[in-house]
């Protein structure tokens, strides 16, 4: 197991020592004065001693907490899908990514509330350079995705990682989550990097790869908010690329990103998986025999799943028809409501600047667009 120690999150074993080494830490009282007001610094500490395992730092501390962000910051979080899964299996989560903590968090939320295993979690080491940030990560299950390595070491590091996550379902029954590709969509557009898949397959030792995808069990997850907390804060990235420029992240960019996506408004949240991938690898393969194909068809099954359970907001429509200048979807949402994405967007971004206009309406417009290559039923 010493192999996986660069990557992998605490063991229930050190979980009361590293709770009790960061009881102190500002942040971590800052965390739980806001998520238990109730409650004195001693009461919250005496509670931490108790504390041995991960799943009891989850559901005593984590859970208190997201309900918490969930009351202050949005209209609540609904969820469809679930109840199909087994309480029994360990699952590969491939989920579109939007918040680079909510998502995770939520999902496991609600594994929590549906009774099903809750899930260790892919992280990009990048987004943990903050000490603490980095021990509360692997206090969640974080394991760690490294960045910045050279070729040689990025294949090294792959097939560590596609190890580490073929341990996790089949050695621990621990269902793993991880993003569809690197880094959050920023315009709207959620689609399934073959590259991620790739990496997952490393770790095969099956004759056909797509049997062992069939093995991993994987689920494909949609997550909606109504509005994104972090919109304008994608944008500049997003100003860069559409001007072919460079763009260099500010020193505490993910940081700044990591704090408001939790605490910035959201409207409703919605949360749907879709089923297990079984039948649809089954038919991949009586399609195609080539290993590439293959994980390009297996890419696009999970985006058609993801896009299809994505949950349609008012916000979406409006986007849609002010950035193609029609009235289509005047019927899925309130002319006030129209008027608050309107002011929305005339706080939070330069509207006199055209492309940051454009970026801003395809960020929640493009949603409505792929599903419109699904059905015209809208």
């Known amino acids: 197991m010493h192999k996986y120690d660069a990557i992998r999150p605490y063991h229930d074993l050190e979980i009361n020592a590293v709770l009790q080494s960061a009881a102190n830490h500002p942040m971590m009282k800052a965390m739980m004065n806001f998520s238990f007001p109730e409650l004195s610094e001693e009461e919250w500490k005496e509670q931490l001693k108790k504390t041995h395992s991960i799943r009891d730092f989850q559901c005593n501390f984590i859970y208190q907490t997201i309900q918490k962000v969930l009351e202050k910051s949005s209209e609540g979080l609904t969820t469809s899908g ?9 699952y590969l989560f491939i989920s579109n990514h939007r918040d680079i903590l909510l998502d995770t968090t939520l999902l496991n939320v609600c594994l929590f509330e549906h009774n099903l295993v809750m899930t260790a979690s892919a992280i990009g080491d990048n987004l943990v350079k903050k000490p603490f ?24 590091s792959s097939k560590l990682l596609s190890e580490y996550m073929g341990h996790l379902l089949f050695h621990e029954n621990r269902s793993v989550w991880i993003a569809q590709r690197e880094g959050r969509t920023k315009d709207g ?10 990496m997952i397959g490393m770790a095969s030792d099956e004759p056909n790869l797509m049997d062992y995808f069939k093995k991993l069990k994987i689920v494909p997850v949609s997550i909606s908010y109504e509005y994104d907390p972090t919109d304008a804060m994608k944008m500049p990235q997003l100003m860069a690329e559409a001007n072919n ?32 991938l079984d039948t649809e690898i ?14 390009q068809a297996l890419a696009q099954v999970i985006d058609d799943s993801i896009i299809q359970n994505y949950q349609l907001w008012p916000t979406n429509y409006i986007a849609y028809d002010i950035k193609f200048n029609t009235n289509k979807f005047a019927h899925k949402y309130q002319e006030k409501e129209r008027l ?8 939070r971004i330069d509207t006199s600047n055209d492309t940051a206009v454009q970026g801003f309406l395809a960020m929640y417009a493009n949603p409505v667009v792929n599903k419109l290559k699904y059905t015209d039923e809208l």
């Open 82 to 90: 679930f109840e199909k899964l087994d309480p029994a299996e360990a």
């Open 133 to 156: 940030l980095h021990v509360l990560a692997k206090l969640n299950r974080n394991f760690l995705v490294q960045r910045g390595l050279s070729p040689r070491e990025m294949l090294q």
């Open 189 to 198: 557009n959620d689609e399934t990097n073959p590259g991620v898949l790739k």
């Open 245 to 276: 420029e460079v763009y260099v992240k500010d020193k505490n960019e993910d940081f700044m990103n990591i704090i408001s996506g939790i605490m910035g408004p959201k409207k409703k949240i919605h949360m749907k998986v879709g089923k297990v």
């Open 282 to 295: 089954d038919a991949i393969v009586a399609d195609n025999d080539n290993v590439n194909k293959q994980i």
């Open 340 to 347: 608050l994405f309107e002011r929305r967007m005339e706080m």
